[in-house]
């Protein structure tokens, strides 16, 4: 499994991710921190990437496409603000979803819960 970590969350989480053993960019490492969401989702899909985000624009692209890929995991309020501990949480989290990732879903975590939801969002492709 591959990962994007975007703009709204910190170039700490890609690092911490990957010292975990996991591939993880950030969008500055790939020169796309400038780049529009539709640019950053393009760029994931192409190069097989779960977007990792606190930007909920994502999971708005999916549904209005009604794509399978890329997955993408939120974070949402009440979770942890910084890269140590959402690494954390991810990695406490990525044996149970990962085979959902690899087929397509959605994935937010927010207070004390994770919510998934199989993609493409609203519809059957």
Do not use: Y
Request: proline fraction near 5%; aromatic fraction near 4%; glycine fraction near 6%.
């Amino acid at each position: 499994m591959k990962f994007l970590v975007d703009n709204a969350l910190s170039p700490l989480l890609a690092d911490e991710l990957h010292r975990a053993g996991l591939d993880t960019v950030h969008v500055r490492d790939v020169n796309l921190h400038k780049s529009t969401d539709e640019e950053v989702f393009a760029w994931a899909a192409q190069e097989k990437r779960i977007i990792i985000s606190a930007d909920t624009d994502f999971g708005t692209i999916l549904a209005l496409r009604q794509e399978s890929s890329p997955s993408v995991i939120l974070f949402r309020q009440g979770t942890p603000r910084r890269p140590k501990g959402q690494a954390e949480v991810l990695l406490a989290n990525l044996p149970s979803i990962q085979k959902l990732l690899e087929k397509g879903c959605v994935v937010v975590f927010d207070q004390n819960r994770m919510r998934v939801r199989q993609l493409p969002v609203g519809g059957k492709k």
